[in-house]
């Protein structure tokens, strides 16, 4: 993705952190005419030795996007984070424009497909542990037909991350807006007050309330 270097988050920890919760993510790959196919599911991030990183997931049979993966494995998933509008009143001055913040994680992956009942079974088990774990029990009690129909219509995979870029869009350039910017987010909508809680975290908001109160 375009990335200015003020927006490049380097630190892992972050990436991981908005993959973990914000998991609904768009996996693009090309379809047989060489056009980008995209599918829209969720995904768990699990960690690795050694820093490595993979997702985890799985799409209806019918899908075709995992004959395209099987074909060519190499994809990219996106991850978008909480994102708002910014108006040009938090500046001091009029000769501003408006713009639009939001964080974002882009992987490039390594597809493998899990096609085998058992492995399929051990994803979903994996999945359910992660969003559900009371579900468990439940989906032991269903009978391994209905289990074994299930399975059938689903193809797991596991995407290796092998490259990613996190962006953290919040006008950390425009220091002298960051005030007026927070305390807009503060009072706003879940997301701007999810990047509010950015700001904070980066140090953009409380290093400049107090510079202002110090002034």
């Known amino acids: 993705m375009y ?3 003020q927006f490049d988050a380097k ?5 991981a952190e908005l993959m973990r919760s914000h998991p609904f993510a768009s996996l693009i790959s090309n379809d047989d005419e060489g056009l980008p196919f995209v599918t829209h599911l969720p995904l768990v991030l699990e960690e690795r030795g050694e820093g490595a990183l993979a997702l ?6 019918p899908n075709p996007h ?13 991850f978008l984070g909480p994102h708002a509008y ?7 001055d009029l000769a501003r424009v408006p713009t639009w913040n939001y964080l ?6 390594q597809a493998r497909l899990i096609e085998e009942p058992a492995e399929k079974d051990a994803l979903l088990k994996r999945l359910i542990a992660q969003h559900e774990p009371s579900y468990a029990q439940q989906w032991r009690e269903l009978g391994e ?3 074994r129909k299930m399975l059938q219509g689903i193809v797991g995979f596991e995407l290796e991350v092998t490259a990613l870029q996190c962006k953290l869009k919040l006008n950390q350039h425009r220091r002298e807006a ?3 910017m927070y305390a807009a987010y503060s009072q706003g909508t879940p997301d701007e007050q999810a990047l509010a809680g950015w700001m904070q975290r980066l140090g953009m908001a409380t290093t400049d309330a107090a510079r202002v109160e110090g002034a």
Do not use: I, N
Not at 66 to 74: C, D, G
Not at 86 to 92: A, G, K, M, R, T
């Open 178 to 180: 960051h005030v007026a």
């Open 3 to 5: 990335m200015p270097p």
């Open 104 to 109: 974002a994680v882009d992987c490039t992956v």
């Open 66 to 78: 995992w004959r395209y993966l099987r074909t060519r494995p190499t994809a990219v998933v996106s």
């Open 145 to 147: 037909e209905f289990q």
């Open 11 to 15: 630190d892992r920890t972050l990436a």
């Open 86 to 92: 910014l108006s040009p009143s938090v500046y001091p």
């Open 56 to 61: 985890l997931g799985h799409c209806a049979k």
